[in-house]
């Protein structure tokens, strides 16, 4: 429990509210990976600038993500993928834990925070189960949407 409880806060308290971007993205993957969570990051498309509101919201739907993982999915290794469309931001982050049962499974507050962040920006949400084993939080932000 005390390193379940390490690992939530290291991942909680890696970047403040206001400091919620991409280009802090490494180092919340730096801190899952010093936390015991192995994660792997990649970089499709060409990075730019996005607005503020992507920007800040792919950043909390990875963290999120990863403490989801870190509170659930039992031993596990995480991916975590952005994509630079033309029009939008994707944001894949699997895990190959034991995860849960479709049938078990209940949206939490941070599924609901990374839902209502998606749709404030007219983007699109799909979690889930993977086929097998693990869980999956795949969002595409679109670059042009509503704030």
Sequence with gaps: ???LRATLEVLRTESPAGEAHLDRLDN???GARRAG?????????????LPLAVDRA???IVQESLTNI????GPATASVELRYDVGA??????DDGNGVASADLAPGIGL??????????????ETGPRDGSGFRVDATLPLDGPA
């Design 1 to 3: 429990m005390r390193e």
């Design 28 to 30: 919340l993957v730096d």
């Design 37 to 49: 969570l192995p994660v792997t990051l990649t970089v499709g498309g060409q990075p730019r600038p």
């Design 58 to 60: 792919a950043y909390r």
């Design 70 to 73: 870190a509170r659930h999915a």
């Design 89 to 94: 931001l994707a944001v894949r982050v699997d």
């Design 112 to 125: 609901l925070g990374m839902r209502e962040r998606v749709a404030a920006l007219g983007g699109s949400l």
